[in-house]
């Protein structure tokens, strides 16, 4: 209900916005915004965060780690330098949270299942990222009062909620990932030019080039000695104020 609600306020703002820049002959809003050397701005949208697993052995889908995947949330702030009319460097610092659940396969062990209890085959993984992206902004040519583009670069994260430097492990409870992850990025959206600022809603898509695991002591460990890498992928769809 509440993810429903969510979608509802966005495409109900969105279509608002559509339905006043796409008139035959508008007023053009904002003349010299795209000119400037440099632009900045803020950005306010939604997450949803999954991982793609890669194994020693592949065993069927029956074996498969399940990630339980929830829509979180993106704020941060934009720095724009303009290379020419339908190019742009973009800095987008932001800060990202986020939660996934895991779910390990109960395999036996000598014919006895390796989780005595249900709660154990379950991680829960809280992600707060400051999150780095560099991109390349490419547009077409404006249209009246609006413009598409598509964007696309690399990126790096730093997790602080990670465990990285515990010395505990999934044996005590602790599900442990490395602090710093890089990824490349893709993207389109479309600029707006309202009568006092640029409203940009974008979705763009991440994908980890690293691994991100960090394995439990136990070379056989349930939890991770199964793993070759684990990379997370994952959607953003953010709303930016210029």
Same mark, same amino acid.
């Given at each position: ?104 396969? $109960?395999?036996?062990? *000598?014919?006895?299942?390796?989780? %005595? ?5 379950? #991680?829960?993984? &809280?992600? @707060? !990222? ?28 730093? $997790?602080?909620?990670? *465990?990285?430097?515990?010395?505990? %492990? ?5 599900? #442990?990932?490395? &602090?710093? @992850? !890089? ?60």
């Amino acid at each position: 209900m509440k993810k429903n609600t969510i979608l509802m306020v966005c495409c109900i703002l969105l279509g608002t916005t559509i339905s006043a820049q796409f008139n035959e002959r508008p007023v053009l809003n904002l003349q010299n915004e795209d000119k400037h050397p440099l632009n900045w701005g803020y950005f306010l949208g939604f997450n949803q965060y999954d991982f793609k697993f890669e194994y020693l052995e592949d065993e069927g889908d029956k074996t498969d780690i399940l990630v339980d995947k929830s829509l979180g949330f993106n704020v941060g702030l934009i720095g724009e330098l303009r290379i020419n009319n339908h190019l742009d460097l973009r800095f987008e610092p932001g800060l990202h949270y986020n939660k996934r659940v895991l779910g390990f396969p $109960n395999k036996e062990k *000598n014919g006895l299942p390796v989780f %005595d209890d249900e709660k154990d085959a379950l #991680r829960e993984v &809280k992600s @707060t !990222y400051l999150h780095f992206p560099l991109l390349l902004k490419v547009s077409t040519k404006r249209l009246g009062n609006w413009k598409p583009f598509i964007t696309g670069g690399v990126s790096t994260s730093l $997790n602080l909620s990670s *465990n990285e430097d515990s010395q505990e %492990d999934n044996s005590s409870n602790k599900f #442990r990932m490395k &602090k710093n @992850t !890089y990824y490349y990025e893709m993207g389109f959206g479309i600029d707006f030019y309202l009568e006092y600022f640029k409203f940009s809603p974008s979705i763009r898509g991440i994908f980890a080039i690293s691994d991100e695991l960090v394995r439990d002591i136990d070379a056989d460990s349930p939890w991770t000695g199964n793993i070759d890498a684990m990379k997370t992928r994952g959607i953003f769809v953010n709303f930016t104020f210029e």
